[in-house]
């Protein structure tokens, strides 16, 4: 998750490096920075997802700070007041400053998302790795355990594990992990086996390197690519899954602020004409999954050295 | 009946706008059989795309003409172009899978392009596409039009896309490296059927490849390519033995052939005397009565069947068969990367043949044992620079650690020409023989004193061939190593080699002394092999 950050962080450094001094042509530059660079030179919607990207990180660290209203502050004197000067979003049915809950919810929302994702990455890839390297019957027993998995609704799948678990935040993270495992796990197999017999897995071998070292440092890393994509894609899924879940009351509990209930609760003044307290966390949660579902393809290329030339 | 003037071909790449071909000009007459020859990167390849039109993204024609009987092909329109591929000028493609539709029958697939260019209705597709089988010379043309690609072997697969290429009489018929992949024998059959079709039907053709000696062999005109240029053109008697061009020289030396010294295939100017490598008395590796038998579907596959041989201390021997006879089997057994199913293979007297493949990593005698393979690029790791690749088993066998490792790294890359700039460079930045010295260079890593070579050079142009094959010559005088070279080709085989085995379905069926072997083969096999090569016209005597 850290590392996720971090990079987001290079990222917006470069776009603001970019926008400083867009005129020149890029000098020389060593290594990974001037292939950064160029990756987001090339494509500028890679540019603008990274944009976003930085936006949407930095309201998830300074949000808090920053927001004019206490999120949580309720106000009787102005309720259910439409977008104004003083309230950018308007106020919901307790006199709430919309925006401030926006954007404090965007860090519930990313950290919910960010480490579901991370979990099941590190436990899909270790599963799929296994399996696609030993194949035989761990990969049998592995792959009919993930049909099992995929063949329920995956929503409906999150739903159980959070009510048998509990309503916590930690819950959720995990119900969202569990349903993302088996797209990393068959991803990480099918990118491993292609390459468990390749020359180089076999060089590694007469090179003296043993079996889990292979797997580790010389198979894995090929496979990070195409999981770069599957990534950010998941990312993109588990913001909603999350929102779902709080959306039909679990996760999440009132009056946290997060996307997923705000929407629930605004849902119901809808009808009633008041159609900003819906419609605000809904956006943020729209530009949300498209940032992720657009950087998919620039991560996969900062990630792959055959890119660099 | 095609002319090209100045034809210029540019793609767009990250670093600016690269010239592919730099106005060539060449004229084909009808029935001729033009050869482009070059390596790789020559833009010979280009050169056919940009006729048919079918250039990569990015890639235009630049500049210049090419008139295909009255028709510029350059400005067609896409309809016109539809029109004149298949039915007029027509490509065989380098790998014959990967240019068949996997998921559908081959008879299909040449129905489709009769139908496409209306040489045939839907009542006659089924008989003419059978037909187009028997013209290549399938056996039992009528099953095979049900098979699958897959069921296919390579040679048959490349019959199916020359079918395909001829089923509408092309005038024109552009071979793009037609056999690369395929078994010398093979080989020899493809280009035989090419030729015999394209006599019979007094069609042009031109045909694209690396290799000088099969141009030669299979054209009436030969035109050398070099970085998008054409250096040389003339008949292939001519060029051979008076070649004019240095580049052309370069390519006519390093073209391997029945006689000559491994030396003769450098320039003139570069060739240094050969030390003689000694052969010791001991034994170093023996073999007896080594096989392997795999579980097929219909019953136990017998890959090697008790073979036998010995390989001396300092000795390099070839062991020569096709695709499926067994070599590679034969040598991942004896460099532990397979469990063998019976018989021994003794390291300086100490059995290794029952020692599991699976833990032999971990063994002392890893480190003697060492394989350069056959693709260098995929036995490089794409994500591994060439320095970490080198470093890998100096880290794991050796236990080196810091600077020791740096200082070897270089060691090693200087002793195997490889420029020490380049080692922090990715395998996709290198040439293919700065690649195949990184293999070379990891397998020395650990200073061992046994090493298969399997096809170190089979995806190398000729003149990086002969630079690998004299650098292996040169470390095994240097480091005293034994070779085992795994090869198709008994002319390279010669030239590294003081002993060969042949070897067919799983057993050997000749052993020798190289000389003998290739003057007088016992087997008619071995002579098979011999004949297919293709023979070089012999150069001038200097």
């Known amino acids: ?309 | 009946m095609l002319s090209i003037k100045g034809l210029s071909v540019a793609f767009r790449t990250r670093n600016g706008e690269v010239n592919a071909v730099k106005g060539i000009d060449f004229e084909l007459a009808k029935g001729e059989r033009l050869g482009i020859v070059g390596e790789s990167g020559s833009g010979k390849s280009v050169t056919s795309y940009a006729l048919m039109r079918i250039l990569d993204a990015g890639g235009r024609i630049k500049a210049g003409d090419a008139i295909y009987s009255g028709v510029d092909l350059r400005n067609a329109s896409e309809r016109d172009m539809r029109d004149i591929r298949g039915r007029e000028i027509s490509m065989i493609f380098q790998n014959p899978r990967a240019a068949l539709n996997p998921i559908r029958k081959v008879g299909h697939q040449i129905e489709d392009v009769l139908r496409r260019h209306s040489r045939a209705t839907r009542h006659n597709a089924k008989a003419k596409a059978i037909e187009a089988l028997e013209a290549v010379k399938i056996r039992d043309a009528a099953a095979r039009y049900e098979a699958y690609p897959f069921e296919l072997s390579g040679g048959m697969c490349q019959r199916v896309v020359i079918a395909l290429a001829l089923a509408c009489d092309p005038k024109l018929i552009i071979a793009d490296e037609p056999t690369t992949g395929l078994d010398i024998t093979t080989q020899k059959a493809v280009m035989d059927l090419v030729d015999d079709l394209v006599r019979a039907r007094g069609m042009s053709s031109i045909l694209i490849t690396h290799d000088l000696g099969l141009a030669s062999q299979y054209c009436d005109r030969i035109v050398v390519m070099k970085d998008g240029l054409i250096v040389e053109a003339g008949d292939p008697v001519a060029l051979f033995t008076n070649p004019q061009h240095a580049y052309t020289r370069k390519l006519v030396n390093a073209t391997p052939r029945r006689t000559g010294s491994i030396r003769a295939l450098l320039p003139e100017g570069e060739r240094t005397e050969l030390p003689p490598h000694v052969i010791g008395q001991k034994p170093l590796i023996d073999v007896v009565n080594l096989a392997k038998t795999y579980q097929g579907k219909s019953g136990p596959v017998h890959a090697v069947k008790k073979i036998s041989f010995t390989i001396h201390e300092g000795e390099s021997v070839g062991l020569v068969g096709e695709s499926g006879c067994g070599k590679s089997t034969t040598s991942s057994m004896l460099v532990r990367l397979l469990d063998t199913t019976s018989g021994s293979i003794f390291y300086r007297g100490e059995d290794i043949a029952s020692l599991p493949a699976a833990t032999f990593a971990k063994h002392p005698l890893r480190s003697k044992i060492q394989m350069v393979f056959q693709d260098a690029t995929d036995s490089l790791n794409p994500r591994f620079t060439a320095r970490q690749a080198i470093a890998d088993p100096l880290l794991r066998l050796m236990g080196m650690r810091g600077d020791a490792v740096t200082k070897r790294t270089e060691e090693l890359a200087e002793m195997t020409g490889f420029p020490a700039h380049l080692l922090d460079r990715f395998p996709h930045q290198l040439s293919g023989g700065q690649k195949a010295r990184v293999g070379i260079a990891r397998a020395l890593a650990t200073e061992p004193d046994f090493l298969i070579l399997d096809e170190p050079t089979a995806a190398l142009d000729v003149s990086i061939q002969a630079l690998v094959l004299n650098l292996l010559a040169d470390l095994r005088v240097r480091l005293g190593i034994s070779y085992l070279f795994v090869s198709h080709d008994l002319n390279v085989v010669r030239l590294l080699c003081d002993h060969v085995i042949v070897m067919q379905n799983g057993a050997i069926v000749e052993s020798g002394p190289v000389a003998t072997v290739m003057e007088t083969p016992q087997h008619p096999y071995t002579s098979e092999l011999l004949s297919a090569a293709p023979q070089a016209p012999e150069r001038e005597m200097a």
């Open chain 1, 1 to 309: 998750m850290n590392k996720i950050v971090s990079s987001a962080t290079d990222a917006a450094s470069v776009n603001s490096a970019q926008a400083n001094a867009p005129a020149t042509p890029a000098k020389p530059k060593s290594g990974a920075f001037a292939h950064l660079v160029y990756v987001l030179r090339e494509n500028p919607v890679t540019g603008l997802a990274f944009g976003m990207f930085a936006l949407l990180i930095f309201a998830a660290i300074f949000g808090p700070m920053i927001v004019p209203y206490d999120p949580l502050a309720t106000d009787a004197a102005s309720v259910l007041q439409p977008p104004s000067f003083a309230h950018w979003f308007g106020t919901d049915n307790l006199g709430r400053d919309v925006f401030s809950r926006v954007v404090v919810a965007t860090r519930l929302d990313l950290v919910i998302s960010v480490a579901a994702v991370a979990l099941s990455f590190v436990i899909g890839s270790f599963l799929g790795a296994i399996a696609g390297y030993r194949g035989g019957w761990t990969d049998i027993t592995l792959n009919r355990v993930l049909d099992t998995i995929m063949a329920f609704p995956l929503f409906v799948l999150a739903m159980g594990v959070v009510a048998a678990l509990g309503n916590s935040v930690a819950n959720i993270i995990y119900a969202t992990a569990i349903i993302n495992i088996p797209f990393y796990a068959r991803l990480v197999r099918a990118e491993v086996n292609i390459r468990r017999n390749a020359g180089f897995t076999l060089a590694a071998k007469l090179s003296g390197n043993s079996d889990a070292r292979i797997l580790a440092f010389h198979i894995f890393p090929n496979a990070l690519p195409p999981m770069m994509v599957q990534v950010s894609l998941n990312l993109g899924w588990a913001i909603l899954n999350a929102a779902g879940l709080s959306f039909i009351g679990l996760g999440v509990r009132p009056p946290t602020p997060e996307w997923g209930i705000m929407v629930a609760e605004g849902a119901n003044f809808i009808v009633s004409g008041e159609w900003w307290l819906a419609l605000f966390p809904g956006l943020s949660l729209m530009i949300a999954v498209l940032t992720f579902n657009l950087m998919g393809d620039g991560l996969r290329d900062i990630v792959d050295p055959r890119r660099r030339t």
